[in-house]
């Protein structure tokens, strides 16, 4: 099993930043992939961007060029440095692990206000 602890979500103006953390505990494996999804109200959840732990990345095209994902191997811990953020950026964010299998945070809100 693996738990994951996401903090940092809040309330926004347009333009501006927040970074989100997850900090994973448990049986903890690698290689694997960890990541950030979001779903905004009446939306599926979409990939934002996701990190393997040799440091390859992949992000949404909605995000390039304004978030930045990260990881610190040593502790477990996936960031999301979130910049330039838009209202439609506003969604439940959920941090994701990925090995054998998916497991996923309780989710953080973020909320860009216009």
């Known amino acids: 099993q693996v738990q994951l602890v996401e903090s940092g979500g809040g309330l926004v103006q347009a333009g501006g930043s927040l970074r989100l953390s997850c900090a994973a505990s448990?049986?903890?494996?690698?290689?694997?992939?960890m990541g950030w999804y979001r779903q905004a109200p009446g939306k599926q959840r979409e990939l934002v961007a996701t990190?393997?732990?040799?440091?390859?990345?992949n992000y949404a095209d909605s995000v390039k060029g304004r978030f930045t994902i990260s990881r610190d191997n040593a502790k477990n811990t996936v960031y999301l440095q979130m910049n330039s953020l838009k209202p439609e950026d506003t969604a439940v964010y959920f941090c994701n692990y990925r090995f054998s299998n998916a497991y996923w945070g309780q989710g953080t809100q973020v909320t860009v206000s216009s």
């Open positions: 990190i393997s732990s040799g440091g390859s990345t």
């Open positions: 448990g049986s903890i494996s690698r290689p694997n992939v």
